[in-house]
Each structure stands twice: as structure tokens, then as C-alpha cells.
């Protein structure tokens, strides 16, 4: 299985997502350029975190235009795994790839520490390795993860079990609903503003993020098993 790392001029968590893949899960990965125009090559998609072209308009914002967005686009509709983290979770908001919107945290400050989530759906192709209900520890680090959408959006997302994470006991940011993560209706697009990437070894406080990628790799070995 091949991964991409997508990397926009801001990004700073995109060495972490390839040690996470390459070094932890033992898969292979290469960073893609915002200027590349074809992912064919690649199993999965990756949006790391980070400020990409400064956040100077609103968080990803200018990133949705990007000339390898239409590609991740094009990813997303063949069904492959795209996954965003923090910046990557608002680039897809701005891009349509998910509902909603992303405001300022309630606060009005930046956060940086170890948060609990609990994983609300297992049943798809990020969380398989998760057990239903099962609390994890995975680190935020962001100015403006307060999720938002309408009444019609967030009933949709609960009709659909598209809300995967919440966070758990305490809500850091304002987030509607205390949503931490959600995917599209077709369940191969996560956004989420914790990063899984940054608790993938007992060494950095946890590696409770490990499973979410174990669970892509799983769901492409089942998915492309070949019998004789």
C-alpha cells in the first residue's frame, strides 16, 4: 500500500505523518507537492497539519485551490482513503469534501495538549482496530478547531453515523456537538483536529493513533486481496 503525503507551503505536521506511515507502520508513503496534478499511484491520501499559504485568508481557505486538490478530489470519488488532520480537516471543509465549517475556538486561544476521545463509530475504513466506545488519547494543537454546522447538517451527520470521534469529558474548543472527527456519507473522507500521527509510539505519551492507520491498511488489504 502506498500512501501520499500532501504538502502545502505552511504545512509543519507533514514530517510527522510520513514517520507515522513509514517508520511506525511500516508502509510506504512519499510527499506530494501542491502542485501535482495525479495521484493515480496512490492507495491513500494524507492532509497533515500546519498553516498552509499562513492561514492569512481563513484556515484553508486558500489551500482549496490548490492545483492538487482537484486530484485529492478525484481520489475521493474513486473511493480511496483521504484523510485530513487539523489543517487538512479545514482544507477539506473549504474544498466540499465534508460539511460544516470551522470556527475560532471558544477560548479564543491556541490549545496544544493531549485530549480523550471517544470513538463513537468502529465500522469504517479509519477506526476497524477501535472498539465502539473506546476512549483514546491523541494530542490537538490548533487555534481554530470549533466545528460548526446547521440543524439539518448535524442531523444528517447523526442519521448517517457520520460523526467518528467526540471528545471525551472535556470539550477544548466550543466544537458543536463536542465533534472532534467526521466523515463524508460514503465513508472514505475523515476530517478530524486531533493528530493521530503525533501518538503513534508509548514514547510520545500515547499510540493510540497507530490504530486509526492500521485500520486504513486493513480495509485495503481486504478490499484488493487477490485469490488464486
Known sequence: MKFAVIVFPGSNCDVDMYHAIADE?????????????NL??????????????????????????????????????????VLGVCNGFQILLEAGLLPGAMRRNQGLKFICRPVQLVVENNETMFTSAYNKGE???????????????????????????????????????GSLADIA?????????????????RAVDALLGSADGLKLFRSIVNYWRETHVVTA
Open 25 to 37: 507502520l511500516g508502509e510506504e508513503v512519499e510527499y506530494v507537492w501542491h502542485d501535482e496534478d
Open 135 to 173: 476512549v483514546i488519547t491523541i494530542p490537538i494543537a490548533h487555534g481554530e478547531g470549533n466545528y460548526y454546522c446547521d440543524e439539518q447538517t448535524l442531523q444528517r451527520l447523526v442519521e448517517n453515523r457520520q460523526i467518528v470521534f467526540r471528545y471525551h469529558g472535556e470539550n477544548p474548543n
Open 40 to 81: 493515480d499511484h496512490f492507495d491513500a491520501i494524507l492532509l497533515p497539519g500546519g498553516f498552509s499559504y499562513g492561514d492569512y485568508l481563513r484556515s484553508g481557505a486558500i489551500a482549496r485551490f490548490s492545483k492538487v486538490m482537484a486530484a485529492v478530489k478525484q481520489a475521493a470519488e474513486a473511493g480511496k482513503p
Open 181 to 197: 472527527g467526521i466523515v463524508n456519507e460514503r465513508g472514505n473522507v475523515l476530517g478530524m483536529m486531533p493528530h493521530p500521527e
